[in-house]
C-alpha cells in the first residue's frame, strides 16, 4: 500500500516536472515572444507603410497591419524551445521532426499571408465591394499559394490516415489523407479564417476560443503534440489580443487568420481531433456560404451610425455572419465581436459536449 503511494506520488511529480518542461516553458516564451514582438510591429510596419485603414471609427484611421507575423513568429519560437530543450536538458517526448515540419507549414502560410498584407497602394481600389487601400492577392491566387503551406505536412504523411466517424467506426483513407485530405484542409481553414473581420477583436477572438477548444480537447483525448501545439497558439493569440481590442493599435492581417488557421489545422491532424475541428469551425464554414453567395465580393463591415453603431451594409440581405449580428440589434464594434465570439463557443461547447458523450 505505502509503495503503491510512494510510485503514485513520483508518478505525479514526473507528469509535473514534463508538463513544465515542455508545456509551460516554451508556452511561456511563445505568450513573451507574441507579446513583444507585436510592440516592436506597430511602430516598425507603420514606418514601413505596412498599413490598413480602420474604417469602423469616427474618421478613418491608418494603423500598422499584418500583425500575426508575431503570433505566427511565438509559435515557432514555442516549438523551437521545446526542441532545444530535447536536445540539451531532457529526451523529447514528441517527434522533433514532425514539429519542425509544423513549424515550416506556419512559416510558409504566414509568409502568404503578409505577401496579401503588404500589397499597398496609395490610391484606393475596389476590394470586397468596397474601395480599399490595400490591394492583396487576387481571390484565386490566395488558395494556390496556401498549397505550399501543406506540403510539409504532406511530406511526412502526418497525423493518422484513418477517421473515426460515429456510428460508423473506423474508417482507412490510405494516401488519400497525406495527398488529398491535408491539402484540402489546409487551403479552405485558412482562407476561411481569413472570411470572418473587420471588427476589433472579432479575429483574434474567435480564433483564441477555438484553440482554447482545441487545447482541451486534446488535452482530455491524452494527445501530446495536439495538447503542445494549442497552447503554444493559445499563448500567442492571448498576448496579441489587448493590442487588438479597445481601439486597436494593430490591425491582425491576413499574416494572422493563414497562420492561425494553419496551426489549428496542424493541431486537427497532429491531435488527431479533425471531427472535433470540423465542429468548431462551423462558424467559419457558415461564413463561407454566406460569402459564397455573392461570389466572395463582400464586405463583413457596416455602415457607421453617428452614435458609433453600425448598420448592415446589404440591408436585410445577408452575406456575413457580422450583418445577422447587425440585423438583430444597433450593435457596436465591440458588440460585433463579443456576440461572434460568444457564437464560436457555443460550438466549442458543442464539441466537447459530443467528445464526453463518446460520439467524437
Not at 458609433?308 to 456575413?320: H, L, M, R, V
Amino acid at each position: 500500500m505505502v509503495e503503491s503511494g510512494v510510485f503514485i506520488h513520483c508518478s505525479l511529480n514526473l507528469f509535473m516536472y514534463n508538463l513544465y518542461l515542455t508545456i509551460i516553458i516554451p508556452s511561456v516564451i511563445a505568450f513573451f515572444t507574441s507579446f513583444f514582438g507585436t510592440e516592436f510591429l506597430i511602430s516598425y510596419l507603420y514606418g514601413a507603410g505596412i498599413i490598413a485603414e480602420d474604417r469602423n471609427k469616427k474618421k478613418p484611421i491608418r494603423i500598422a497591419s499584418s500583425g500575426g507575423l508575431a503570433v505566427a513568429f511565438a509559435v515557432i519560437v514555442g516549438i523551437l524551445a521545446y526542441t532545444f530543450g530535447g536536445s540539451f536538458i531532457y529526451a523529447p517526448i514528441l517527434n522533433v521532426a514532425q514539429l519542425l515540419s509544423v513549424a515550416l507549414s506556419i512559416m510558409l502560410i504566414a509568409l502568404v499571408g503578409f505577401l496579401d498584407d503588404i500589397n499597398v497602394v496609395r490610391k484606393k481600389v475596389e476590394t470586397t465591394d468596397m474601395k480599399d487601400i490595400r490591394k492583396g492577392l487576387k481571390q484565386w491566387q490566395k488558395p494556390l499559394l496556401t498549397l505550399i503551406g501543406a506540403l510539409p505536412l504532406m511530406a511526412i504523411n502526418a497525423g493518422l490516415s484513418y477517421i473515426q466517424l460515429p456510428f460508423v467506426g473506423q474508417v482507412a483513407l490510405g494516401y488519400l489523407y497525406p495527398l488529398v485530405i491535408i491539402p484540402l484542409a489546409v487551403i479552405f481553414v485558412s482562407n476561411a479564417v481569413n472570411l470572418l473581420g473587420g471588427f476589433d477583436g472579432l479575429q483574434p477572438g474567435t480564433t483564441l476560443v477555438a484553440t482554447l477548444g482545441m487545447l482541451i480537447y486534446t488535452f482530455i483525448s491524452g494527445s501530446q503534440v495536439g495538447f503542445l501545439l494549442s497552447a503554444l497558439l493559445f499563448m500567442s493569440i492571448l498576448a496579441f489580443l489587448p493590442f487588438n481590442i479597445n481601439g486597436a493599435k494593430i490591425i491582425p492581417g491576413d499574416s494572422f487568420t493563414y497562420a492561425t488557421g494553419g496551426t489549428l489545422v496542424a493541431i486537427m491532424i497532429m491531435g488527431n481531433a479533425e471531427l472535433f475541428g470540423a465542429v468548431i469551425f462551423i462558424p467559419w464554414i457558415i461564413e463561407f456560404i454566406l460569402h459564397l453567395r455573392r461570389k466572395f465580393k463582400v464586405t463583413d463591415l457596416g455602415i457607421r451610425q453617428s452614435d458609433g453603431t453600425f448598420k448592415a451594409p446589404y440591408g436585410k440581405k445577408i452575406y456575413s455572419l457580422t450583418h445577422i449580428v447587425m440585423n438583430i440589434k444597433r450593435a457596436t464594434e465591440s458588440d460585433v465581436a463579443t456576440y461572434l465570439t460568444i457564437f464560436e463557443a457555443v460550438f466549442v461547447v458543442l464539441g466537447l459536449a459530443l467528445k464526453f458523450t463518446g460520439l467524437l
